[in-house]
């Protein structure tokens, strides 16, 4: 139920949440919420509301709602993710056939798109043929990137338009990678500026539906091009013509040689940027066999992935990121492709100084295969690990993905726990769409690791969600991602089944409803549900509401 007075017209309405509860360090029983223009002015108990509410606020009944800091998605693709949502799904295709039926009932007259597709998961992993595709779609040009868009499936006539035939990657079949499928992607996604920004559009309001209020951008050259990024960093611009969306924070992978080199690369976009981090490549995916590896897949020994960057030039860019105090940074998910990442820190070190490295903020994204020497450099340098807990509840557990890859090394895959416990700073996000936008089954993920000695508690994996994701950016404002007066009020309201306080030792997932644990509650995530999303809110400024919350 909701109450309101009139409205100031010299200001926003204030705004008092009330009989619900608050996830707040200020006060672990807080049940109300005061939100004051762009800041959360009070929290505290119901007593206190019942004082401090008049008729000048908006006053929401939570009826037992949660209210807690808006989820930050520390990397994602805005417009791979918008046009995933519109395309062809293709998740829950099992087999060849199934996937050239799909095809051919794809509405429309343009190219096919598609995305999801996941052969490890079909009896028969024999992929369809480019000419197969080319019947099935009539002729239309198809574009079906796999799960982890590291390759992709297209048809004979998208290759030749988009000049494969002597691109790496491509050998005359159906299946692209490496440069091959950099050219395709870019081929299927010659799109009006309208068109992308619709995509960006789509895929900001599926975030801000789930609870985020900010998301990480990894724009580079092979994904979309500094075209894309710009119209993702202009979501940010404010005015009448720009809707409220989830902050964007934009990262550009792009390769630089020198200081000089950085400098003009970031005077040429002409907007600002985060760092020169994310989505540049030293080498691809466990799925698509593109990970670098020290030795041969388990079901393909012959192969051991690709590896993009070598450490010269990866230590030249993160010597530069250091010179200009930036972050810098990398995909990289094999052991081998980490190897090469920590010696590029090392070399860069040794040219600019440890102290210049360790203070320009450097991340690596995904970084699934780590052993200890490799946590210990990490934790020495100060390295961000931007991670994706859905991808080992998608693929870690046995039998999955990782299994069939790489054998006994999958029991190591995405250590958590042990990053943690060596004080390395960890994030994380969703790499959507290669993962839905569902920021609570993400945490889950963390509880329910198929590796138990690599949990970590309820409180560990929200904070790697929230806080932890604008630390990662440096965000100029310390006090965002929590609700204490005077932080943003950036946050969602979640409908939850049942809430608990889980101890704080990430050893023992017990949960307690013990008020001696003086921790705010968080959902029990053991119930089959994710909680549903009921507003979220960043700045005081409403991105999404459901209308429940209100009725």
Same mark, same amino acid.
């Given at each position: 139920m909701t109450q309101s007075g009139p409205a100031n017209p010299s200001r926003p309405q204030a705004v008092l949440y009330r009989n619900g509860s608050v996830y707040s360090a /200020?006060?672990?029983?807080? $049940?109300?919420?005061?939100?004051?223009g762009d800041t959360v002015a009070w929290v505290g108990s119901e007593q206190a509301a019942t004082s401090i509410a008049d008729s000048s606020m908006e006053v929401i009944d939570l009826r037992g709602a949660l209210v807690a800091p808006g989820f930050v998605d520390s990397h994602m693709h805005l417009t791979e993710t918008g046009i995933a949502l519109d395309s062809l799904q293709l998740g829950g295709i099992s087999s060849a056939r199934e996937l050239l039926d799909a095809v051919a009932a794809a509405p429309g007259d343009g190219p096919v798109l598609g995305h999801g597709w996941d052969e490890t998961t079909w009896a028969d992993a024999a992929l369809p043929t480019a000419e197969e595709l080319e019947r099935a779609s009539?002729?239309?040009?198809?574009y079906l990137s796999r799960v982890d868009v590291h390759s992709a499936l297209v048809s004979a006539s998208l290759a030749r338009s988009a000049g494969l035939q002597d691109q790496d990657g491509f050998d005359g079949g159906p299946r692209v990678m490496r440069a091959a499928h950099t050219a395709a992607r870019q081929a299927a996604r010659r799109l009006p500026e309208a068109d992308l920004r619709r995509h960006q559009g789509r895929a900001l309001s599926e975030a801000a539906a789930n609870g985020y209020v900010a998301v990480a951008e990894m724009g580079a050259p092979h994904i979309g091009g500094a075209?894309?990024?710009?119209? /993702?960093?202009?979501?940010n611009s404010t005015g009448p013509e720009t809707p409220s969306v989830p902050e964007v924070l934009a990262y550009w992978g792009e390769l630089v040689s020198s200081e000089d080199h950085a400098r003009s690369v970031l005077d040429g976009l002409g907007f600002?940027?985060?760092?020169?981090?994310?989505?540049?490549?030293?080498?691809?995916?466990?799925?698509?066999?593109?990970?670098?590896?020290?030795?041969?897949?388990?079901? /393909?020994?012959?192969?051991?992935?690709s590896l993009y960057l070598g450490v010269d030039e990866a230590a030249a860019h993160l010597a530069a990121c250091s010179l200009l105090g930036i972050p810098g940074g990398f995909h990289v998910i094999g052991d081998a492709g980490l190897d090469a990442a920590l010696s590029a820190l090392d070399l860069a070190a040794a040219q600019v100084g440890e102290q210049r490295v360790r203070a320009a903020g450097h991340r690596f994204e995904h970084v699934e295969m780590v052993d200890a020497a490799a946590v210990e450099k990490l934790s020495r340098y100060s390295v961000t690990v931007s991670a994706q807990p859905a991808f080992d509840a998608a693929w870690g557990g046995a039998g999955g993905l990782y299994q069939q890859r790489l054998g006994e090394r999958s029991a190591g895959m995405n250590p958590f726990a042990t990053l943690y416990a060596a004080g390395v700073p960890v994030c994380f996000g969703s790499d959507s769409p290669v993962t839905p936008l569902r920021p609570w089954s993400s945490v889950r993920a963390c509880l329910e690791h198929h590796n138990p000695g690599e949990r970590i508690s309820a409180r560990a994996a929200f904070l790697g969600h929230t806080r932890a994701g604008w630390r990662a950016v440096r965000y100029h404002n310390p006090m965002a991602g929590q609700l204490v007066p005077g932080a943003p009020a950036s946050f969602a309201v979640w409908e939850v089944e049942e809430l608990? *306080?889980? *101890? /704080?030792?990430?050893? *023992?997932?017990?949960?307690? $409803?013990d008020p001696r644990a003086r921790t705010p509650l968080l959902p029990a995530l053991d119930t089959g549900n994710d909680p549903v999303c009921l507003q979220t809110v960043r700045d005081g400024v409403e991105l999404f509401s459901s209308p429940a919350l209100r009725s």
């Open positions: /200020a006060d672990p029983f807080a $049940t109300a919420m005061l939100v004051d009539a002729g239309r040009p198809v075209d894309d990024l710009r119209l /993702a960093a202009a979501w600002g940027i985060r760092g020169l981090a994310g989505d540049l490549n030293i080498d691809g995916s466990v799925g698509s066999r593109t990970a670098a590896l020290r030795s041969g897949y388990s079901d /393909a020994p012959e192969e051991k992935g608990m *306080v889980q *101890v /704080a030792d990430g050893r *023992v997932q017990s949960w307690s $409803t």
